[in-house]
């Protein structure tokens, strides 16, 4: 059960602020399963493209409308370039036991 006093300080934070820290923890945790080898970084990549195509398609209608979906597929990209320097790595990684792989079956 939430306390009353965290659902009263809640409303008080904008909805900016909110989407600001939930953009923070969603990039971190993304940060911190890519690098733990839980998420492929191909996937990581595909998963966000394939979200922010979503919403550029999705940005028809009214001007509102419009405005969110591409705001909200340019923060997705934002994103994705955030986690490059992680996605180098583990893809750096990945190649590197790749051919490790790769020699113990051909030696």
Do not use: C
């Amino acid at each position: 059960m939430r306390s009353p006093f965290l659902l009263g300080t809640m409303r008080q934070i904008s909805a900016d602020k909110t989407g600001f820290a939930s953009l923070t923890i969603v990039e971190l945790l993304l940060q911190e399963l890519i690098l733990k080898d839980i998420l492929d970084d191909r996937d990581v990549k595909r998963l966000l493209k394939a979200a922010a195509k979503r919403h550029e398609k999705s940005a028809n209608g009214s001007p509102d409308k419009i405005e969110l979906n591409m705001e909200t597929a340019t923060l997705i990209r934002l994103l994705l370039e955030g986690l490059q320097p992680a996605l180098k790595k583990a893809k750096k990684k990945r190649k590197s036991m790749e051919k490790v792989a790769l020699n113990q079956t051909s030696a």
